[in-house]
Structures are given as C-alpha cells and as structure tokens.
C-alpha cells in the first residue's frame, strides 16, 4: 500500500537555525497538508496546499514558515529561524482529491524537531 | 468554525471490557468525521472514518463508531479490549474535506 514518507525521522537544531522538513506524498495525490503535535498536546493544522499554493493556513503558520514543492514531488516545510517553542512532531499528509471517496488524508510517520 | 471535543481526556478498562471513547463537533455543515490511532512515538493511523450513508461504521482491530446528527456525536467503541488497544486516540472531522481539525485525545489504558 503507498505511503507518505518523511524525512528526516529526527531533527535537533540550535535556535535560530533554519530547517526543511520534506514529505514524499503518495503518487498523484493532488492536497497536501502540515500539521504539528506538540509534546502530550493536540495535533493542529498549520498549512494545506494545492496546485502549487496555499490553499490555506492557521496563525501559527507565521512568516518563519513557508512550503513548496521545489521538484513536483518533494512537499517540504521550512522554519527560517526556529525558536525553543517550535519543538514537536511535524506530520505530512496528502490526499487525492476532494469528494467522497477521496477525502481521506494519509499521514506520514512524522518528523521530531527539537530545538535546542 | 469547526470544533472537536473528547470527553474524558484518560479512559482506563480492563482487558475484555467496552471501549467507549466520546467525541462531540460542532458544525453547520455536514462533516466528515474520523478517528486516528497513536501509538507511542509514532504517526497517526486512521481507524475509520464517516463521510455520507451508514451512520454505522466499521473500522480496523475490531473498532466502530456511529454518526448521530441528532446529538452531533461520532463515540467510538469496542465490544472487547485488548491490551494492545492501550493508545491515544484522536477524533478529528473535516468540512468540505479540507484541513482536519482534531480534538485533545484520550489516553486509553487497558488494565490485565
């Protein structure tokens, strides 16, 4: 069954440091998402994308971020320069369309940035 | 805007017992409802989810959960726990199959 894949599995960085998280979506999948969790917290939204922009973000998803898709393939998130408080799992998911039976959104296994 | 609450933010049964873990949305539109499993460090896997037709449904490792527009709620439950059932467990719902937006979680312990 394809999956969405997620690179690195671990990142420590020092503050201020800019990181890229990448995400290999599931072949032809069209929406892409970012969400985080937070240490024994709640997942939350941050960015979703589609057709090579964002179709819509939350207020954490300040200017230190942004995504794209340098290579049509490649989903990544970048932080420009992160903070303590950016410290979770980062997950991707995808999905491959919008009506019912695509409206799933598959998850990959996460990323874990800390921030030291 | 959309909104997910799970009542009962830890839940403990004994291996064999129900599983009921409660999830309450709130929304204008029709949603699109799931529920993810989370076993310790790692990702979410979906266990089932509700879109349109049966409000009743099925999903892996022997879990159902049930739509009721009427009390805007999607528990989910398990006739029978197993000790690998132990997890966290998020309800989320989607509106027009956009972002997902999910609730707190709830910690399932099963005791022996």
């Known amino acids: 069954e394809p999956e969405v894949t997620q690179t690195p599995s671990h990142q420590v960085t020092q503050m201020g440091q800019e990181v890229i998280l990448r995400c290999v979506p599931i072949?032809?999948?069209?929406?892409f998402y970012w969400y985080r969790q937070i240490l024994g917290q709640k997942v939350e939204f941050l960015v979703s994308?589609?057709?090579?922009?964002?179709?819509?973000k939350s207020e954490i998803f300040d200017d230190q971020f942004s995504v794209e898709r340098p290579d049509g393939s490649n989903f990544t998130l970048k932080i420009r320069s992160t903070k303590l408080e950016d410290s979770a799992m980062y997950f991707c998911?995808?999905?491959?369309?919008?009506?019912?039976?695509?409206?799933?959104?598959?998850f990959g296994p996460g990323t874990r940035l800390t921030v030291l | 805007a959309q909104s997910v609450t799970q009542l009962g933010s830890h839940v403990s049964v004994s291996e064999g017992a129900l599983v009921l873990l409660r999830c309450n949305y709130s929304?204008?539109?029709?949603?699109?409802l799931f529920w993810y499993v989370q076993y310790p460090n790692q990702g979410l896997q979906l266990l089932l989810k509700?879109?349109?037709?049966?409000?009743l449904v099925k999903g892996i490792n022997g879990f159902e959960a049930e739509f009721k527009k009427s009390e805007t709620s999607f528990h989910l439950t398990k006739p029978s726990a197993h000790m690998s059932d132990a997890a966290e467990y998020f309800c989320?719902?989607?509106?027009?199959?956009?972002?997902?937006?999910f609730g707190d979680g709830t910690t399932l312990t099963v005791k022996p």
């Open positions: 998911a995808t999905q491959s369309g919008r009506g019912v039976n695509t409206d799933t959104q598959y």
């Open positions: 072949s032809n999948h069209l929406y």
């Open positions: 994308f589609y057709n090579n922009e964002i179709s819509e």
């Open positions: 929304s204008s539109v029709p949603p699109y």
């Open positions: 509700y879109t349109t037709g049966a409000t």
């Open positions: 989320a719902v989607t509106f027009n199959a956009g972002k997902s937006t």
